[in-house]
């Protein structure tokens, strides 16, 4: 998929989306036919008027294919109808009912088309976003990526349902419109049809120009629901730093962006509006004007035969007017369709062709591994070995390249092949298929993220197969369940959007539950005990330890206490390995690590002193 976007001839944006058609392609088919025979029906009624008038009421010859006057005279002759106009009454009639049935069955045979191929090219957008890269999601915003899905989608349905089968409504009436003039009065239809290609130029011009203001407009929306949802989910943020008008004056600047933008728009369709109301006026009274006069010169047209050219005339009028409106959707959803295939074009996560699935034992094996975002190193060679059921621990400062040894161990980012290699249990990661990797490394972040759900399916959320009893001893060793239970709903509380009824140190062990009920044979926290006080750490490392099954534990913090207990430690400084060993190892050299927890002891014991003054006094 990604060869087309730089290599080849690239598809056409409805050619593009008639891939997602399916089998509703069909629907298309049908409402195309169906547009083509109530264009035919509608137009036969001035053709009966024109014949009633001209050669009923009055008595000039049928102006008519031969074998139908052959018939007509056969079956109903002159006097006949003469004496009862109703049968020519009833023949508009007919014709007005078939181009009504018709009518029907394009526009609900359209909306079947639309509806089907909007609603697969949304489950194709959903389960690609699924799969696509955690890369991918760092570089686009979540406002851009759901303005995308809906807005843009949105707007494609629009196209497919109302402006795809008018714009080739308007071609067909063109067609046929001009057929029928011309077989009425040549002369006249020339006329009438040498303003085409003025208002055709024009409607082009429009084209162009709404094209790159409808993506201005739609490149500001995203900014605009950018920042909502970013205010949303950032509230606590916002209130506890009183930034309220801060961000009420950046969305008012926003919002007057994308309404100033609009109002171009606007104003662009009004311009074209008016010239083409002045065009089709004009066009009007020229054919109206030349057409009364060749009536009383006798010059080739009957009165019959005017009215049915004005009739065609107004016919002719509407697709020309509506021509822009129908290309500046067209632009519109050119747009739309390019930021869709922006998403859709993009190469899914995917296994190599030999990954296979297999349960692990928990050796883990860094092999010279460096790493770099963009231009910027953040791991260089780093090396280091746990074996199966032992914990490391993981020191550093902020940007050390801690988390990103937990992100590469799970194949968040991938790591190119000439930056070393990571293997578990002597496999290259790359050569693990991805489920049974990602279902075997639980991590636990330190900023968890919480469905706006119940405890309980939050918990659940990676084992769905559970029960509530099954869940409880994991939340017990993430020593949660107390504070669960201390809820008025317990384990059916909903803990709201990204987990705002609960605290820091809750969500945190909420989350880690939610991994431990994973039962993965690699455990990695990522800082994730930095929200809970010591005495909780303390509960939960050693709940961790009796589990049964005891996991190869990964842990990053920067608190010195959580990591004396490691089988060993690593420290990380600026991306490279400065120090490995245990506690007593470590402790007994010079370094990052001792000067840590020197700093760290200091405080816990001028905080200790403090409070037995306190208590003292």
């Known amino acids: 998929m990604e060869q087309s976007r730089t290599g080849g001839k690239k598809q056409g944006n409805l050619r593009y989306l008639l891939t997602f058609s399916g089998k509703y392609r069909w629907y298309l088919v049908s409402a ?16 009966v008027i024109k014949v009633t008038i001209d050669s009923v009421i009055d008595s000039n010859p049928y102006d008519l294919p031969k074998w139908l006057v052959t018939w007509l005279n056969t079956h109903l002759p002159r006097e006949l109808l003469r004496e009862n106009l109703w049968i020519p009454a009833l023949a508009a009639i007919l014709f007005a009912l078939l181009a009504m049935l018709t009518n029907y069955q394009r526009r609900y045979h359209i909306a079947l088309f639309a509806e089907g ?43 497919l349902a109302q402006q795809l089968i008018e714009l080739v409504r308007v071609l067909v009436m063109v067609a046929v419109a001009s057929v029928m003039m011309v077989s009425i009065h040549p002369q006249l239809a020339l006329v009438a049809l040498s303003f085409l290609p003025v208002i055709a130029c024009y409607s082009i011009f429009f084209y162009k120009k709404a094209g790159h203001r409808f993506l201005e407009a739609d490149m500001a929306e995203g900014d605009l629901m950018t920042a909502a949802q970013e205010n949303l989910t950032g509230v606590r ?105 922006d998403i859709l074009e993009n190469a899914p996560e995917g296994d190599e062709e030999n990954a296979r699935a297999f349960p692990f034992e928990g050796e883990v094996v860094f092999d010279k591994v460096s790493f770099s975002y963009d231009t910027k190193e953040v791991l260089h060679e780093v090396s280091f070995r746990i074996a199966p059921g032992q914990t490391l621990a993981i020191l550093g400062g902020t940007g050390s390249g801690k988390s990103t040894l937990a992100h590469l161990l799970a194949r968040l980012y991938s790591l190119p092949p000439e930056n070393g290699r990571i293997l578990i249990d002597g496999v290259d990661i790359r050569d693990i298929a991805l489920e049974s990797l990602r279902s075997q490394v639980g991590i636990v972040l330190q900023e968890p993220f919480l469905f706006s759900r119940t405890i309980e399916d939050n918990i659940r959320a990676g084992r769905t197969d559970l029960d509530l009893e099954a869940l409880r001893p994991h939340a017990r060793t993430a020593a949660v369940d107390e504070a669960i239970l201390s809820f008025e709903k317990g384990y059916q509380t909903v803990v709201g959007e990204r987990g705002v009824t609960l605290s820091g140190g809750q969500k945190q062990r ?77 402790m007994a050299e010079e370094g990052i690590y001792r000067r840590v927890c020197e700093i760290q002891t200091g405080i816990e014991e001028h905080v200790l002193s403090d409070e037995r003054k306190e208590g003292q006094a």
């Not at 890269?133 to 949105?154: K, L, N």
């Not at 109002?263 to 009274?285: E, F, H, I, M, R």
Request: aromatic share 8%.
């Open 510 to 586: 909420v989350a880690i539950a939610r991994t431990l009920a994973q039962d993965p044979r690699i455990l990695v926290f990522d800082d994730s005990l930095s929200a809970v006080d010591t005495e909780t750490d303390a509960r939960i490392r050693e709940a961790l330890a009796r589990r049964s099954r005891r996991a190869t534990t990964i842990l990053i913090s920067h608190r010195a206490v959580t990591l004396m207990q490691a089988d060993c430690i690593l420290v990380l400084d600026q991306g490279r390995v400065v120090q490995m060993g245990t506690h007593a190892q470590l």
């Open 237 to 341: 943020v916002v209130r506890a730093f009183g930034r309220e008008r801060y961000e009420m004056d950046k969305f008012n600047r926003l919002n007057d962006i994308y309404t100033g933008l609009w109002l171009k728009v606007g104003k662009l369709s009004s311009v074209y509006w008016g010239v083409g109301d002045l065009a089709t006026g004009l066009q009007n009274a020229v054919i109206l004007m030349l057409g009364v006069r060749a009536v009383v010169r006798g010059d080739g047209l009957l009165l019959g035969g005017l009215t049915a050219l004005l009739t065609y005339n107004s016919y002719l009028i509407w697709p020309v007017r509506s021509l822009g409106r129908i290309l500046s959707e067209l632009s519109r959803n050119g747009v739309s369709v390019e930021r869709l295939r």
């Open 32 to 47: 195309l036919a169906a547009t083509l025979l109530s264009t035919v029906f509608s137009f036969l009624t001035p053709q």
């Open 117 to 159: 191929t909007v609603s697969n090219l949304r489950n194709r957008l959903f389960a690609l976003i699924q799969r696509l890269p955690f890369a991918w999601h760092t570089r686009i915003s979540t406002g851009d990526i759901i303005q995308r899905c809906t807005s843009d989608v949105e707007t494609i349905r629009a196209f």
